[in-house]
């Protein structure tokens, strides 16, 4: 039987990918460095079958009609196995669906081991990032667990853009809050298509990809000398860089809303109080808070008083993506 089950954890950009090198093969542009989560699941169950007619993709128990790019995924995965049936794909997201956070990595990384799985492909972990990487490039750190490196790599198809984990963090006491914030009528524009958009459009996008090696450089070194202040500092620093091209582009790319700005402001305060707390954002208006767990509760007081928060939802350290 060709059917599998995977479950992997999402992971938040410390360092972001944004802006790819190659479109074909999903390539960034940039290293980018991230933390796994453990409270972000998600679990995919495929089966691939003569009896299919056509592939089909059902989100939460939801059927959706048609994804083209999961179609050219599965031909990716189809051509290794030297497999012809149609795939049976389901996926829940065991976080707040409405919350508007991207499941892309989670998804397309419980796919790859689910998939190589069912298909009895003996692929090495290597192969299995360069492939998640291609579903989504954010997907090849959902593969692994703590802290977790994707290189930009120098092959032309991509063969050494994958993701290494660098830390499991065991010895470490992190903390990711993630603060949900109402959308209103705004309607985020997709991690892809924004960055595609911003690499064509913005004039500070190119000074955006020159930041990034010396901020995987500072982030790393923190995270050797367990530097909590030091990390958070170049992690907002490198949010900002993003997102300033991001508003720079034509038309400009926005995602904060009042709402965010309000939690963004509450973390100054905080540590103003010398609560260490540092914020990231992604393609979203959420915020997500970097801490330790010794200032979770107050963390997440103060983000309570803040109109237009609508969830607050508190992580730690996330393992690697497995067979269920
Ligand atoms: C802002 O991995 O979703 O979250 O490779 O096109 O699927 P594709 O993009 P995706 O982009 C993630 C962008 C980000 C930053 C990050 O996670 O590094």
């Known amino acids: ?70 179609t050219m995924w599965l031909d990716i995965v189809r051509k290794k196995a030297d497999c ?16 508007g956070l991207a499941s892309s990595a989670s998804a397309y990384a419980s796919l790859t ?24 490039a954010s997907a090849a750190r959902s593969l692994l667990g703590g802290l977790v490196l994707l290189p930009s790599g120098t092959d032309p ?17 992190i903390a990711m809050i993630i603060v949900v914030i109402n959308h209103g009528k705004m309607k985020s524009m997709s991690s892809r298509d ?14 955006w990809l020159d930041t990034t090696s010396s901020d995987i450089k500072q982030a790393k070194q923190a995270i050797a000398q367990r530097n909590l202040n030091t990390l958070g500092t170049i992690m907002e620093h490198n949010t900002f860089a993003m997102h300033g091209a991001a508003w720079a582009s034509r038309p400009p790319v ?12 509450s973390v100054n305060e905080l540590r103003k109080q010398n609560i260490d707390c540092y914020i990231t954002m ?6 997500k808070i970097l801490t330790t767990h010794k200032h979770i509760d107050a963390v997440e007081n103060r983000l309570k008083t803040i109109t237009g928060v609508t969830e607050i939802i508190t992580s730690g350290v996330g393992k690697h993506a497995a067979l269920v």
């Open 113 to 136: 081991v689910a998939a190589t799985h069912a298909l009895k492909l003996n692929l090495s972990i290597q192969e299995q990032s360069d492939l998640a990487r291609q579903g989504s």
């Open 254 to 265: 926005r995602y904060a809303t009042p709402a965010t700005i309000a939690v963004l402001d």
């Open 84 to 99: 012809t049936q149609y795939a049976s794909v389901s996926s829940t997201n065991h976080f707040p669906t409405a919350s």
């Open 282 to 287: 992604d393609a979203g208006p959420h915020v």
């Open 157 to 173: 198809q991509g063969k050494d853009s994958v993701a290494v984990a660098i830390d499991d963090c065991s010895d470490w006491d």
């Open 1 to 70: 039987m060709f059917k599998a089950t995977a479950q992997a954890c999402a992971n938040i950009a410390l360092i972001k990918y944004w802006g790819k090198r190659n479109q074909a093969f999903n390539i960034p542009a940039t290293d980018s460095l991230s933390l796994t989560l453990d409270k972000l699941t998600t679990t995919s169950t495929i089966e691939f079958s003569d009896k299919f007619t056509a592939d089909t993709l059902s989100l939460n128990d939801t059927p959706l009609i048609k994804d083209a790019r999961l």
């Open 194 to 207: 924004a960055m595609n958009h911003c690499a064509k459009t913005s004039p500070l996008y190119q000074c």
